[in-house]
């Protein structure tokens, strides 16, 4: 990310012409979102846009990109950014609907990546630390934790999700999804017990937040951690272990057909969850867990 302690400034308008080209909008786009994705060609975080006033969901969008014609050869290893203003039909992991106010923050980054690299089993945790790490840039002192493997937390709700996904046969992308309540939380009629109490950062700054000044904060924090995650996993790791919600906690834990309850005991360096539980420590891969509340 860049220097600073205020988030950026969308007031001039990037007059390279040539970034158009690579910038593909559908429908009546915000402005400010189109401004911030000339910006992001501008300094080479991405090197295409797919912007959209409406779709049904980016990583659906972007799977459908990969897979149709693969990335282009031309882009310098830039990742290519799907925008909509509005998701309709967002995924969330294990199957579960990512509802998206109007107002929310949603895209998907198609990103350069070699799924069995060394470092590829921490990609989900490092898309996390990203997260946290730009919300609490832009908007200090607020403190960012993270419900593995990714989810992140702000003054006790949920404010944004990640989906990565990729296809058997493209194993050099994957495609990141990321969903953020920016000024409304959803509103989750007869929720479920333990299910995730939904935030918003406008509700937890007590001010208002602009969807194109955080979209350049995530994607230059992304891309920054994503190098750092190659060159030095041990700090995402501690990054994580920072802004680890679960640790020393109860929890229950559903991964598959399989659940399990216990303490968190945190996540070790392959990624995985470690959880002390009746019959002995256990690893944990993948799965859904909850905090289990006292009383």
Known sequence: MTNGTSPHSLSDEPDDSNHDLRIHTTGDVS????RATHRLIQQQL??????????????????????GRGPKPDLDGLPILFLTDQQTAGRGRSGNQWQ?????LTFSMLQPWQIASE?????????????????EHDHAPLIARLKWP????????????????SLARQNSHVVIGIGVNVDQAPALDGAAAGQPTPQSLAKA????VSRAALLISIVE?????????????SEILNAYRQRCLLAGKPISLL?????????????????ALEVQTPTGIQQHFSGETRLIRSG
């Open 31 to 34: 402005d400010d979102l189109r």
């Open 46 to 67: 991405c090197g295409e846009v797919f912007h959209s006033a409406e779709t049904l969901s980016t990583n659906t969008d972007a799977l459908q990109e990969l897979g």
């Open 100 to 104: 998206s106010p109007g107002d929310a």
């Open 119 to 135: 470092s590829g089993h921490l990609l989900s945790l490092a898309v996390g630390v990203a997260i946290a790490q730009a919300i």
């Open 150 to 165: 990714n989810d992140v937390y702000v003054s006790g709700g949920k404010v944004a999700g990640i989906l990565i996904e």
């Open 205 to 208: 700054t007590g001010s208002p």
């Open 221 to 233: 924090s992304l891309a920054e951690t994503l190098r750092q995650l190659q060159q030095s996993p």
């Open 255 to 271: 991964s598959g057909q399989r659940s399990v309850s216990g303490t968190c005991i945190g996540v070790l360096d392959n990624g």
